[in-house]
DNA sequence: AGCAAAATTTATCATAAGATAAATAATCAG
DNA sequence: CTGATTATTTATCTTATGATAAATTTTGCT
């Protein structure tokens, strides 16, 4: 629990009561390489905190997998489009190494808003802060070209092509595993 | 301000105190057709509602503007890039017509936060919707085709053509006028 | 109304990325 | 370790969109 508290404690420093009663939600998940955390079709009533591994949410669009997004050590992922409707979702969580992750029982969680106001602005905080970050990449998709999102993304996570097969990266950055090649053997 | 509470209660129905307060944060703004409601440079201090008109977030990339989104009446607007990180915006907020908005002063309502947890949550869950509209706007942008993406913007909001010039359309749906052109040209 | 400015369309040519196929390299199971 | 599977690269050809320029239409001003 550690890590997560520490990872919390960069939006929002809790309580002891409230650190307990998060704790109390929680639960130690470990994975192995290439499973599937959570599956197409079912609601998200899970948010992960990752304390070792790499994660991505996929879909599929037209018979093709697309990777929505990426997730490392001391991030939490959860396929919001599902947790704040309620509704089944479309897209699923892999994780693309052995893992261990915290998960946090949704339902659960936003009971705990009612006792505790400050774990509302916790969540408000984090997640005010994961939408500032995709409107960031709706900019950085709809206005850079290929190669520049491919460098921006080195950048951002210089072991991503250490941890992450090159054809998840090229449909995370909207273009074919065959042009993503074409991109890098330029260098 | 009904139209404002009314939009609140889709949300999180207030108190008749919470009302209150919210509303003694509020003011009036009038504006005209093209006039930038909030400048580039600035920071995000006041959430817009749109009581009549219709507005866009635009920045520029490269001495080109682009539109990043639209807001019609009846919707709440804000560069929340600004607003949650506290930093000045790139962006600023203009009006297309003739303009009739409510203001919020956004570093009071965080105030009022501590007061009224019933304002924190019912602004969690406004831009908790917002968020998700983003995510999906992702997934619209990387695995669409222009022409997809007109005709998904079409059905979304069948006015848009009426009170939008098709150069900021262009934009918002990440190609040129020309190209947008030649998509409409088709049929 | 009538002119000027702005918006939109049309045309032409250039280019980045897609589709497909095949070759090579890396990984994994037994 | 080895064969089989999977991942990545390379090659060729096609296509959607960009860049630029010019023509046309619409809008706004006085």
């Keep these: 629990m550690n890590n997560l508290i520490t990872y919390f404690n960069k939006y929002n420093t809790l309580s002891e009561e409230a650190n307990k009663a998060i704790s109390e939600i929680c639960k130690p998940v470990i994975i192995k390489k290439?499973?599937?955390?959570?599956?197409?079709?079912?609601?998200?009533?899970?948010?992960?905190?990752?304390k070792k591994g790499v994660a991505r949410i996929y879909y599929y669009k037209d018979e093709i997998e697309i990777t929505e997004c990426f997730?490392?050590?001391?991030?939490?992922?959860?396929?919001?489009?599902?947790?704040?409707?309620?509704?089944?979702?479309?897209?699923?969580?892999?994780?693309?190494?052995?893992?261990?992750?915290i998960g946090i029982n949704s339902p659960k969680l936003f009971e705990l808003y009612d006792k505790f106001p400050e774990i509302e602005r916790l969540f408000r905080k984090i997640f005010e802060a994961a939408y500032v970050d995709t409107v960031n990449r709706v900019e950085s998709i709809q206005f850079h070209s290929?190669?520049?999102?491919?460098?921006?993304?080195l950048k951002e996570s210089p072991n991503v092509l250490q941890r992450v097969p090159l054809k998840y990266i090229a449909s995370y950055l909207g273009i074919t595993q065959v042009s993503l090649s074409r991109i890098r053997g330029i260098r």
Tied chains: 1, 2.
């Design 71 to 101: 997730a490392f050590e001391n991030a939490i992922i959860a396929r919001v489009e599902s947790l704040f409707t309620g509704k089944p979702s479309r897209k699923a969580i892999q994780m693309i190494e052995d893992s261990e992750l």
């Design 34 to 50: 290439n499973q599937d955390l959570q599956s197409i079709g079912h609601t998200c009533r899970t948010i992960y905190f990752i």
């Design 146 to 153: 290929a190669e520049e999102r491919y460098n921006a993304l």
